[in-house]
Structure formats: C-alpha cells, structure tokens
Nanobody, 115 residues
Framework: QVHLVERGGDSVQPGGSLRLACVASGLNFRLFAMNWYRQAPEKEREYVASISAAGSTNYTDSVKGRFTISRDNVRNTVYLQMNSLKPEDTAVYYC?????????WGRGTQVTVSS
C-alpha cells in the first residue's frame, strides 16, 4: 500500500523560508514522478511543483524562482524548499504520486504566512 507523509509545515512571517518533506513508502520511489499541491482556505487544490524520476522539475508560475523541488531516492523523500514566502502561499500542502493508474495523497501539512 502506497503511503505518503508530509512534514515541515509551520507559521512564518512574509519573506521567510520553510522546507517541506514528503516520505513515501509502498512503492519503488526512484521510478516515479512526485508532485506537490496546495489548497488554500475556500479554494480548490492547485498544482505547485513536480519532479520526474529523472530529476526534471516543473513549477506553477506563481512559485517560480522562489520554490525548489528536489528528491532523495535513498530516503524515499521529496522536498519543497520555499523561500520568499508570501501570505498568498498560505495553504495546506499535499504530496501526490500516481501509481498503478491511481493517485495517492498524503494528509497534508499546514503552511501559514502571516505577520
């Protein structure tokens, strides 16, 4: 059974940084693309970033230049380094993987950016 656990969410001031981590189990992690999504209050869940099995990355426009996704195939972990955080980055951040034609999600970690 695929299982994803996010951690690293916190409350920070605008301009601050956080690093989120998502630990995966139940799959051969190195073979799969990993994704980060987020959901702000009263908004739909939205795509943030992804990293392929080969390490290619992609970002939504609003986080380009501020967020960096990376992966550690030894630790079965995908990271999201978030710099220059803005209040509009406030959301629950989720990790996602597509395995055997099914999407698996973690339970999310809360990021709050506020002065």
């Amino acid at each position: 059974q695929v299982h994803l656990v996010e951690r690293g969410g916190d409350s920070v001031q605008p301009g601050g940084s956080l690093r989120l981590a998502c630990v995966a189990s139940g799959l051969n992690f190195r073979l799969f693309a990993m994704n980060w999504y987020r959901q702000a209050p009263e908004k739909e869940r939205e795509y943030v970033a992804s990293i392929s099995a080969a390490g290619s990355t992609n970002y939504t426009d609003s986080v380009k230049g501020r967020f960096t996704i990376s992966r550690d195939n030894v630790r079965n972990t995908v990271y999201l380094q978030m710099n220059s955080l803005k209040p509009e980055d406030t959301a629950v951040y989720y990790c996602k993987v597509t395995y055997a034609n099914r999407n698996y999600w973690g339970r999310g970690t809360q990021v709050t950016v506020s002065s």
